[in-house]
């Protein structure tokens, strides 16, 4: 993706973040660009060239396709609780990442796991939220990878936006 374009989706989302948190505030539930936010957080984190909406991955590092899920997390105390969106195993991606965010849609950690471990993971018997084999907790997701990165929460500070606080 050519960098002035990546730079411009930063700013639009940027624009968004206070608006989402706002509608969420008054709505009761996500406005829903949580995945768009998660894919653009790794893009920038890791240095990947984000691909096309109908490609059938979200990312690239080299030849490494990329398969990328999100989740807003609201209670970090129970993040293994929360359950990933779908994952498509028809598609052509070789490893996947889990970008967790925030309320505030700020990342705070993004997991990798190779294919096979999800694939494995995904075909496990015995759980009955995942009968579907398509989605995955948190937790089942971390432990079938790697944290890759980790925000450092002492270089965090708070600041207002729009009178909803933020980091």
């Known amino acids: 993706m050519d960098p002035e374009v990546f730079s411009r989706l930063g700013e639009i989302l940027e624009a968004v973040r206070p608006l989402a948190i706002e509608y969420e ?7 829903g660009i949580t995945g768009e936010m998660g894919e653009y957080q790794a893009a920038r984190i890791l240095g990947l060239k984000l691909s096309d909406a109908r490609a059938p991955f979200d990312a690239q590092r080299g030849d490494v396709t990329i398969e990328i899920k ?14 990933l969106g779908r994952i ?5 991606w070789t490893v996947a990442l889990a970008v967790l965010m925030d309320e ?6 993004i ?23 398509s989605t995955l907790s ?4 971390k432990s079938s990878g790697r944290c890759i990165w980790r925000r450092d929460e002492s ?6 936006t729009q009178g909803v606080e933020t980091h």
């Open 138 to 141: 948190v937790s089942e997701f």
């Open 25 to 31: 505030q008054l709505a009761g539930r996500p406005l």
């Open 88 to 92: 498509n195993l028809k598609n052509e």
């Open 155 to 160: 270089q965090s500070p708070m600041t207002k």
């Open 70 to 83: 999100s989740k807003t997390i609201r209670h970090r105390k129970r993040e293994g609780s929360y359950r």
């Open 104 to 109: 505030w849609f700020f990342p705070y950690a």
């Open 111 to 133: 997991y990798e796991a190779d294919r096979a471990a999800i694939e494995l993971a995904l075909r496990k018997p015995g759980s009955k939220a995942r009968s579907d084999r």
